[in-house]
């Protein structure tokens, strides 16, 4: 039953469908604890964001030094001049080229802090990627069982690029917004205090107007990723079933499904980005009545001559400052707008990093081992360890009375009262006893989820008992390094997963110092060599989609081949052997024995005719071992075994 | 590539005009509105008359509030046919991929139809939006702001033919630059992906070899490729924001010196030339030209990055299928016969690898055939041709008497039921998925199909019986189960020819032998095809056809095969060894 999730690929093949509905909870508040921990992944980056604000601060000034330099153009320079017979431009020119100074420094900050951004966000991304990966080797295997392949993988995706796209643009885009508000508006107050508070009801207002029709957008986006969801696990379901439907003319109903699916989303997708699209055009046109009323305002002001109010002390109105003042008020408000449009992929990045943060929060694997494996010499029954590879193991244990002991590593696996269950309160195995002698094979018989599979888990600590003790060579397996245990056993299940790459960097996987020549003899010794060879490069073709262009057979010839190479004292096979034809399988039998001889061998298999060679089988059910004994002991004892192997009864 | 995409656009072509024709007016709002607040500081504030300033203001005003109209106008209609066309799109793709035939689906693969069908629509939805509401406005925004700077002064608008060429330039110049390296960032996407993917999946394997440092450093070799690339790609786009600074900085400084001196020279008459307030609108229209340049330049970028989805699409929408109806098809199939007439098989034209050689195989209406043989012995690719999943190559095949390339494709799969190795059932009950079999079932004739596929005990014992929920790919069902019933399924059709492609492989031979017996029982007239891997499933069968490397390599009944087959006898004491012992 734990199988289930890890064997469902269609869940791993696409990851837009649970993902998307996902991101929907962005409409929410500000997460500051996330912020912040997004930010101390910035850390190694302090020097650069500190210059990289300082650039923005003087970009933004220099923008604002335009806005206000319009003022003094008209008023010191073009007025004075006005009706002079001969105007004297020189003073301009200064200024002009003073502003001009300004300007470069303007341009070059802003160069400067957009390319340290770049290496900036692209870097903290890198390191969360890294981390989360590293993390994700680290993480218990039930983690993967109670989590979809498509959860996971969004992970990387769409939590990933959202984050992205709020690092690297809206992040100095609300800095640089910010600062640009916040000079502006101390230009505005230089020019009039009364005018500036006119901006500020306007901007309430506009604001106001802005968070509704956000608001009314947010929940439209909730419904689009909906819809979206659905579609997208429709096409899914649909595409991958795709024969089935050829098979039984089912096209024309299909279709049908697949237009009121479709329709639905596009209504809904239609309505969220309307929303979305219009909250632009709606705050320019609300910044042109705002700058009417400031005209009509300020003109009336100049016109009637009232004393306006600066910063600096009151003066009188003129033309030129009008002009300056709307200027001034589009910089303010064109960056407001600009934060309000950013906000809501601000919050929807959040929800994504609040995603990744939670996964990096899950609890690892726990390793407190002590025990290692050692390359070991045994000279007159004294063992001693050896930095080369002599083919002789050993477990290193180290005691808390500071002495050290070596014990020969010989495959015997002694479960001793064992309970275990995946749920706490479901026991899935109830108190297991079984003695595994150094090269016996053992094999475990039952239907599936009757616990045969849960056994092999245990011995690897794939997961961690309830109850009993499970004894390795008389060690306690919790006190070996897991890698080490790991190390010791090779297992072959029943979905082989390969990773892109060539044939023989598979069949290395589990020893990178395997020559080319193991590996071939491995492959001969699976019965895999033959149509290796046939491939278009051998051994040096390149697998890719987890090996989708083999059958699965082949795929399950390469799986025992590449555990032959890693040569292991202990073997584990589950199902190994489930997909390949019987008469297929009867000329990998030599090659398996070989690889069985002198070897601890747990053997899962539903065909009996696998296992009947066995020195013990145990008959599982229900996660306790009912019958055990050799093939021909079972078949005396006229039990569930006999009735399995005439026939009487069904293993699913 | 574009035409056959722009074929789906269909109903949306008018919004998508609309959109554009709106977009127009928008621009030409953003023009005049500068022009207002010009004459507005020139005739009202500099003459001192609150009456032109009320003028002058309520004109703005209605401007703006028309400009709002139209923005959020062609906002919405934009979103609503980019959204149609992306749906419109779906749906083509999906219904030319319901008319695929196996060969096409094997040559586009499952992944890849699904990428197509989510996110590449996506992404052309989002390119198609941005397209027709900034692509036309940018350029008629840059030609109305330049009309009306040269109608304010011709000597300064001077500047912006110098201006606009450097910044169009320039910009060029870095999407230029930019593409490849995106391009190749995607890539490299997917490949961490996939990486991703393949650990997530493989994750007990990369825990059993201890192989957790390996794809660490694998992962971040990738990962590091990632950010070479992207950093140094968008280090060149950072280029974008302060080259279009110093445009607009230049042209502005220029336009002061110039503006001054034509502003002394006419004396702030409107009438002698250039005055303060012309002198603000050129400024604002100084930026919006170069502000509809970099739009432009977003836009080409954009396009640029969808065209691999847009590609992508249309190859899928240009797939014509391998395999179509006849003109003047035969409608119904007689009976059950099949005749072989020395067929050969490749899945692709191109390849010469033979999947099946010279096959001459009759079978009467009516018998019962096990096929057996090896992994890779072609026993699946012989099957399949009977429904037509596949066309034959060479020879011929026939079913009741006429070629399978004269029939109705539907009256031929409607008599040619088939139970695939890789079987589905979908999400729904288990009614739902059994009524694919023949929509208009009536609840006797499903549970007389369960009964013979022997899956009827199972369903009686959930707690909703038949209508107990399936989850997607029949998770919550055992391998046995949903054998059973994909059998079930199959039969309600009550077809001509049953082909059971290793469909009871999960089944115990108990219950194996009971279907075997019903079949023969309660559907006697149909022709069952079974490929099996335990001769106890096929050792019944009338005739026995056992497959090697895509021959036929012998044809008998079960006794006449041990005598006169190797394959077919180490096969079948492979499978008795054990069992002739203790028996």
């Not at chain 1, 890294?130 to 993988?153: A, C, N, Y």
């Amino acid at each position: 039953m734990n199988k289930n999730k890890v064997v469902n690929p269609d869940l791993a093949q696409n990851n837009s469908a649970p993902s998307k509905s996902s991101k929907s909870s962005g409409t929410g508040s500000f997460d500051k604890t996330t912020l912040k921990r997004l930010l101390s992944y910035m850390h190694p980056y302090k020097a650069q964001l500190i210059i990289v604000t300082v650039c923005i601060l003087l970009s933004a000034l220099a923008s604002a030094a335009s806005s206000l330099f319009l003022e003094t153009l008209i008023d010191d320079y073009i007025t004075p001049l006005l009706g002079s017979d001969s105007p004297v431009f020189s003073g301009l020119l200064k200024a002009l080229a003073v502003l001009a100074v300004i300007y470069f420094v303007g341009t070059l900050a802003n160069l400067m802090y957009n390319r340290m951004m770049v290496t900036i966000a692209q870097g903290t991304l890198k390191t969360i990627r890294d981390d989360m990966f590293s993390k994700m080797q680290r993480l218990p295997v039930s983690f993967f069982d109670r989590h979809t392949h498509g959860e996971i993988m969004s992970l990387y995706t769409n939590d990933t690029d959202t984050l992205r796209q709020m690092i690297a643009q809206s992040m100095s885009q609300v800095i640089s917004s910010v600062f640009t508000i916040v000079a502006v508006f101390f230009c505005m107050l230089y020019i009039s205090i009364w005018l500036t508070l006119v901006v500020i009801v306007a901007m309430f207002f506009t604001l106001k107007i802005a968070a509704y029709v956000a608001g009314k957008s947010g929940s439209s986006f909730v419904a689009q990723q909906r819809t979206l969801a659905d579609l997208d696990s429709y096409v899914e379901e649909m595409v991958n079933g795709q024969k089935v439907i050829k098979v039984f003319c089912h096209e024309d109903k299909t279709k049908e499904e697949m237009r009121v699916k479709n329709k639905a989303w596009e209504t809904s997708a239609g309505t969220a980005n309307g929303h979305a699209n219009a909250m632009m055009p709606m705050m320019n046109a609300l910044g042109y009545i705002q700058y009417v009323i400031i005209a009509v305002l300020g003109a009336y002001m100049a016109i009637a001559g009232i004393t306006n109010l600066g910063i600096f002390g009151t003066n009188s109105m003129t033309l030129g400052m009008i002009a300056s003042f709307l200027t001034l008020s589009r910089n303010f408000t064109n960056p407001i707008s600009q934060i309000s449009n950013q906000f809501n992929s601000i919050v929807t990045a959040l929800a994504g990093a609040a995603r990744i943060f939670k996964f990096m929060d899950e609890a690892p694997e726990t390793d407190n081992g002590y025990v290692t494996l050692v390359n070991a010499r045994e000279e007159n029954g004294v063992i001693t360890e050896t930095p080369e590879h002599t083919g002789l193991w050993a477990w290193k244990h180290p005691h808390g009375d500071g002495t050290l002991t070596y014990t020969k590593l010989e495959g015997r696996i002694v479960f001793d009262h064992v309970d275990f269950s995946y749920v706490p309160g479901k026991t899935v195995l109830h108190d297991i006893t079984l003695e595994a002698e150094p090269g016996q094979k053992i094999a475990l018989v039952g239907a599936t989820g009757a616990g045969n599979t849960t056994i092999t888990n245990l011995i690897n600590r794939f997961y961690d008992l309830d109850d009993g003790k499970i004894r390795y060579d008389g060690i306690n397996i919790n006190k070996i390094k897991k890698a080490d245990l790991r190390r010791s056993l090779g297992v072959v299940l029943q979905e082989v997963n390969l990773f892109t790459g060539t044939v023989m960097e598979n069949l290395r996987y589990g020893n990178e110092n395997a020559t080319d020549e193991q590996c071939r003899n491995a492959a001969k010794l699976a019965n895999a060599d033959g149509f290796i060879g046939m491939l278009p490069n051998g051994y040096n073709t390149v697998l890719k989609g987890d090996g989708s262009g083999l059958s699965q057979g082949q795929r399950q010839l390469i799986s025992i081949a590449r555990a032959a190479v890693s040569d292991p004292p202990v073997m584990i096979l589950d199902e190994a052997t489930s997909s390949i034809d019987t008469r297929t399988e009867a000329l990998v039998q030599g090659g398996m024995d070989r690889l069985m001889s002198g070897r601890t061998t747990f053997v899962i298999a539903h065909r009996l005719s696998t296992v009947q060679n066995s020195d013990i089988i145990m008959v599982m059910d229900h996660g306790s071992i009912i019958e055990r004994g050799d093939h021909a002991a079972l078949i005396a004892k006229k039990g569930t075994y006999y009735q399995l192997y005439t026939g009487a009864f069904e293993l699913e | 590539m574009i035409r056959t995409l722009f074929k789906s656009l269909c109903e949306h072509k008018k919004g998508s005009i609309t959109t554009v024709i709106l977009s127009i007016i928008e621009v030409v709002f953003e023009i005049i509105i500068p022009l207002c607040m010009s004459d507005l500081i020139d005739f009202g504030i500099n003459e001192g008359s609150m009456s032109e300033v009320w003028k002058y203001g309520i004109v703005l005003l209605i401007f703006a509030v028309l400009e709002l109209i139209t923005g959020v106008l062609s906002a919405h209609v934009a979103a609503r046919c980019s959204a149609g066309f992306a749906a419109n799109l779906r749906q083509d793709m999906y219904d030319n991929v319901q008319t695929f035939a196996f060969s096409n689906i094997d040559r586009f693969s499952t992944s890849s139809i699904v990428t197509r069908l989510t996110t590449d629509v996506t992404n052309i939805q989002n390119a198609w939006q941005m397209l027709i509401r900034m692509a036309v406005r940018g350029p008629v925004m840059m030609i109305f702001s330049i009309i009306v700077s040269f109608s304010i002064s011709k000597d300064i608008s001077l500047i912006f033919l110098i201006a606009i060429p450097v910044l169009a330039v320039g910009l060029f110049l870095v999407v230029r630059g930019v593409n490849p390296i995106f391009k190749r960032v995607f890539k490299t996407y997917d490949e961490l992906n996939n990486v991703v993917q393949e650990n997530v999946k493989g994750i007990r394997v990369v825990k059993t070899f201890n192989q957790q440092d390996h794809e660490i450093t694998k992962f971040n070799g990738i990962s590091k490729r990632i950010f070479t690339d992207f950093a140094k790609g968008e280090r060149l786009i950072a280029f974008n924001s302060p080259l279009m600074q110093a445009c607009m900085y230049a042209c502005m400084l220029l336009i002061s010196w110039l503006g001054a001196k034509a502003i002394v020279a006419s004396g702030n008459n409107a009438a002698l030339g250039l005055t303060t307030g012309e002198l603000t609108a050129l400024i604002t229209y100084a930026m919006q030209i170069l502000t509809s340049l970099m739009m432009l330049s977003m836009v080409f970028a954009m396009i640029t990055i969808s065209a691999s989805s847009m590609s992508r699409v249309a190859e899928l929408l240009d797939e014509t299928t391998d395999i179509r109806n006849p003109e003047d098809p035969v409608m119904e199939v007689k009976n059950g016969n099949i005749c072989f007439d020395h067929v050969d098989f490749t899945y692709a034209s191109t390849s010469d690898k033979k999947v099946l050689d010279d096959i001459h195989l009759t079978i009467r209406s009516g018998e019962t055939v096990g096929i057996i043989g090896g992994t890779g012995s072609s026993k699946s690719s012989l099957v399949q041709l009977i429904p037509r999943l596949y066309d034959v190559t060479e020879g011929a095949l026939s079913v009741g008497g006429v070629d399978v390339r004269k029939y109705d494709l539907e009256a031929l799969r409607g008599a040619v039921a088939m139970v695939l190795q890789k079987n589905e059932l979908f999400s729904g009950t288990i009614k739902e998925n059994l009524c694919w079999g023949n929509e208009n079932a009536t609840d006797d004739e499903i549970k007389e199909a369960c009964r013979l596929a022997c899956a009827d005990e199972f369903i009686n014992t959930l707690p909703d019986g038949y209508d107990t929920h399936i989850d997607q790919g029949g998770t919550n069902v055992s391998g046995g189960q949903k054998q059973r019933l994909c059998i079930a399924r199959a039969l309600l059709r009550k077809p001509k020819i049953l082909i059971l492609d290793d469909s009871t492989s999960a089944v115990d031979t108990k219950t194996d032998a009971v279907i075997q017996k019903s079949f023969a029982e309660f559907i006697p007239d149909t022709t069952k095809i079974i490929i099996a891997q335990r001769i106890s499933s096929i050792a019944h069968a009338g005739i026995i056809v056992v497959m090697d490397g895509g021959r036929i390599q012998a044809v008998g009944t079960h006794d006449e095969l041990l005598k006169s087959s190797d394959i077919y006898r180490e096969v079948f004491e492979s499978q008795q060894k054990g069992s002739a012992d203790n028996e």
